[in-house]
Protein backbone atom coordinates (compact mmCIF):
# COMPACT_ATOMS: atom_id res chain seq x y z
CA UNK A 1 0.00 0.00 0.00
CA UNK A 2 1.34 3.49 -0.87
CA UNK A 3 1.37 6.05 1.60
CA UNK A 4 0.88 10.26 1.06
CA UNK A 5 2.97 12.30 3.04
CA UNK A 6 0.55 15.40 3.57
CA UNK A 7 2.07 18.16 5.34
CA UNK A 8 -0.67 20.79 5.20
CA UNK A 9 -4.19 20.22 4.79
CA UNK A 10 -4.21 24.07 4.31
CA UNK A 11 -2.84 23.84 0.62
CA UNK A 12 -5.63 21.19 -0.03
CA UNK A 13 -8.18 23.58 1.20
CA UNK A 14 -6.50 26.14 -1.01
CA UNK A 15 -6.25 24.58 -3.68
CA UNK A 16 -9.91 23.75 -3.39
CA UNK A 17 -11.00 27.30 -3.33
CA UNK A 18 -8.78 28.25 -6.22
CA UNK A 19 -10.53 25.53 -8.52
CA UNK A 20 -14.03 26.53 -7.14
CA UNK A 21 -13.29 30.54 -8.34
CA UNK A 22 -11.84 29.01 -11.68
CA UNK A 23 -15.03 27.36 -12.24
CA UNK A 24 -17.05 30.27 -11.16
CA UNK A 25 -14.83 32.43 -13.45
CA UNK A 26 -14.97 30.16 -16.20
CA UNK A 27 -18.94 29.21 -16.35
CA UNK A 28 -19.22 32.68 -16.77
CA UNK A 29 -16.57 33.30 -19.82
CA UNK A 30 -18.27 30.65 -21.55
CA UNK A 31 -21.65 32.02 -20.67
CA UNK A 32 -20.76 35.51 -21.95
CA UNK A 33 -19.32 33.53 -24.85
CA UNK A 34 -22.24 32.14 -25.97
CA UNK A 35 -24.49 35.36 -25.09
CA UNK A 36 -22.15 37.16 -27.55
CA UNK A 37 -22.91 34.57 -30.39
CA UNK A 38 -26.14 35.04 -29.69
CA UNK A 39 -26.42 38.92 -29.97
CA UNK A 40 -24.25 38.30 -33.55
CA UNK A 41 -26.81 35.79 -34.30
CA UNK A 42 -29.68 38.30 -33.70
CA UNK A 43 -28.04 41.88 -35.03
CA UNK A 44 -27.14 39.89 -38.30
CA UNK A 45 -30.05 37.94 -38.91
CA UNK A 46 -32.82 40.18 -37.69
CA UNK A 47 -31.71 43.34 -36.91
CA UNK A 48 -29.59 44.15 -39.81
CA UNK A 49 -31.70 42.60 -42.59
CA UNK A 50 -34.49 44.67 -41.70
CA UNK A 51 -32.26 47.34 -41.91
CA UNK A 52 -31.60 47.25 -44.97
CA UNK A 53 -34.56 45.67 -46.49
CA UNK A 54 -36.04 48.61 -45.39
CA UNK A 55 -33.47 50.42 -47.00
CA UNK A 56 -33.65 48.65 -50.17
CA UNK A 57 -37.31 49.37 -50.05
CA UNK A 58 -37.04 53.19 -49.58
CA UNK A 59 -33.65 53.17 -51.81
CA UNK A 60 -36.20 51.56 -55.01
CA UNK A 61 -39.26 54.18 -54.33
CA UNK A 62 -36.57 56.79 -54.59
CA UNK A 63 -35.16 55.35 -57.89
CA UNK A 64 -38.89 55.03 -59.14
CA UNK A 65 -39.47 58.80 -58.11
CA UNK A 66 -36.53 59.66 -60.32
CA UNK A 67 -37.67 57.59 -63.02
CA UNK A 68 -40.74 59.89 -63.37
CA UNK A 69 -39.16 62.66 -62.82
CA UNK A 70 -36.78 62.27 -65.75
CA UNK A 71 -39.85 60.94 -67.75
CA UNK A 72 -41.25 64.35 -67.02
CA UNK A 73 -37.97 66.49 -67.84
CA UNK A 74 -37.80 64.80 -71.50
CA UNK A 75 -41.34 65.78 -71.84
CA UNK A 76 -40.75 69.13 -70.85
CA UNK A 77 -37.71 69.06 -72.73
CA UNK A 78 -35.67 71.65 -70.41
CA UNK A 79 -32.24 70.54 -70.95
CA UNK A 80 -31.17 72.02 -67.76
CA UNK A 81 -33.76 70.31 -65.96
CA UNK A 82 -33.07 66.64 -68.27
CA UNK A 83 -29.18 66.67 -66.94
CA UNK A 84 -29.90 66.98 -63.17
CA UNK A 85 -32.43 64.14 -63.54
CA UNK A 86 -30.42 61.91 -65.25
CA UNK A 87 -27.97 62.76 -62.81
CA UNK A 88 -30.41 61.80 -60.15
CA UNK A 89 -31.66 58.65 -61.38
CA UNK A 90 -27.67 57.56 -61.99
CA UNK A 91 -27.38 58.43 -57.75
CA UNK A 92 -30.56 56.28 -57.25
CA UNK A 93 -29.71 53.26 -59.39
CA UNK A 94 -26.47 53.42 -57.62
CA UNK A 95 -28.05 53.72 -54.10
CA UNK A 96 -30.20 50.67 -55.02
CA UNK A 97 -27.40 48.78 -56.12
CA UNK A 98 -25.51 49.50 -53.01
CA UNK A 99 -28.28 48.36 -50.99
CA UNK A 100 -28.88 45.15 -52.95
CA UNK A 101 -25.02 44.75 -52.37
CA UNK A 102 -25.18 44.81 -49.00
CA UNK A 103 -28.39 42.41 -48.68
CA UNK A 104 -25.80 39.58 -50.34
CA UNK A 105 -22.69 40.16 -48.22
CA UNK A 106 -25.62 40.16 -45.39
CA UNK A 107 -26.09 36.83 -46.41
CA UNK A 108 -23.01 35.68 -46.93
CA UNK A 109 -21.74 37.09 -43.01
CA UNK A 110 -24.59 35.32 -41.81
CA UNK A 111 -23.90 31.56 -42.89
CA UNK A 112 -20.42 32.40 -42.86
CA UNK A 113 -20.82 32.64 -39.15
CA UNK A 114 -22.85 29.67 -39.18
CA UNK A 115 -20.12 27.31 -40.49
CA UNK A 116 -17.84 29.30 -38.29
CA UNK A 117 -19.11 29.32 -35.14
CA UNK A 118 -20.98 25.96 -34.85
CA UNK A 119 -17.66 24.05 -34.09
CA UNK A 120 -16.64 26.94 -31.75
CA UNK A 121 -19.93 25.72 -29.76
CA UNK A 122 -19.40 22.53 -29.81
CA UNK A 123 -16.35 23.24 -28.00
CA UNK A 124 -17.66 25.37 -25.55
CA UNK A 125 -20.41 22.89 -24.77
CA UNK A 126 -17.77 20.59 -24.42
CA UNK A 127 -16.09 23.10 -21.63
CA UNK A 128 -19.20 23.51 -19.95
CA UNK A 129 -19.91 19.72 -19.73
CA UNK A 130 -16.11 19.39 -18.18
CA UNK A 131 -16.29 22.09 -15.74
CA UNK A 132 -20.08 21.01 -14.42
CA UNK A 133 -19.03 17.34 -14.67
CA UNK A 134 -15.51 16.44 -14.12
CA UNK A 135 -14.20 19.45 -12.35
CA UNK A 136 -17.26 19.83 -10.19
CA UNK A 137 -16.70 16.31 -9.02
CA UNK A 138 -13.29 16.75 -8.28
CA UNK A 139 -14.32 19.81 -5.85
CA UNK A 140 -16.50 16.96 -4.23
CA UNK A 141 -13.87 14.94 -3.79
CA UNK A 142 -11.71 17.43 -2.28
CA UNK A 143 -13.86 18.14 -0.18
CA UNK A 144 -14.35 14.93 1.28
CA UNK A 145 -10.22 13.94 1.16
CA UNK A 146 -10.20 17.30 3.50
CA UNK A 147 -12.80 15.60 5.96
CA UNK A 148 -10.97 12.79 5.64
CA UNK A 149 -7.53 14.14 6.50
CA UNK A 150 -8.62 16.68 9.47
CA UNK A 151 -10.94 13.65 10.82
CA UNK A 152 -7.06 11.81 10.58
CA UNK A 153 -5.85 14.69 12.13
CA UNK A 154 -7.98 15.04 15.09
CA UNK A 155 -6.92 11.25 15.48
CA UNK A 156 -4.36 11.22 18.72
CA UNK A 157 -1.72 8.99 18.60
CA UNK A 158 -2.12 6.07 21.19
CA UNK A 159 -0.43 6.58 24.40
CA UNK A 160 2.69 4.67 25.41
CA UNK A 161 1.53 2.18 28.17
CA UNK A 162 3.17 2.65 30.92
CA UNK A 163 5.96 0.82 32.33
CA UNK A 164 5.13 -2.31 34.76
CA UNK A 165 7.16 -2.18 37.61
CA UNK A 166 9.15 -4.89 37.66
CA UNK A 167 8.81 -7.83 40.35
CA UNK A 168 11.59 -7.52 42.99
CA UNK A 169 14.06 -10.30 42.80
CA UNK A 170 13.43 -13.24 44.96
Do not use: C
Not at 13 to 26: K, Q, T, Y
Not at 97 to 109: D, F, N, S, T
Not at 134 to 148: H, W
Amino acid sequence: MSTAQVNSVAAIEAFRSDLVLFLSNARAALDEANADLLRMRVWLEHDQRRVWEGELRRRQFALERAQSELFGARLSQFQETLVEKQLALRRAQAAVVEAEEKLKRLQRWTRSLEHDADPLLKQVEHMQNYLSGDLARGVVQLDELIKSLQAYAGITAPAAAPPTPEAPPA
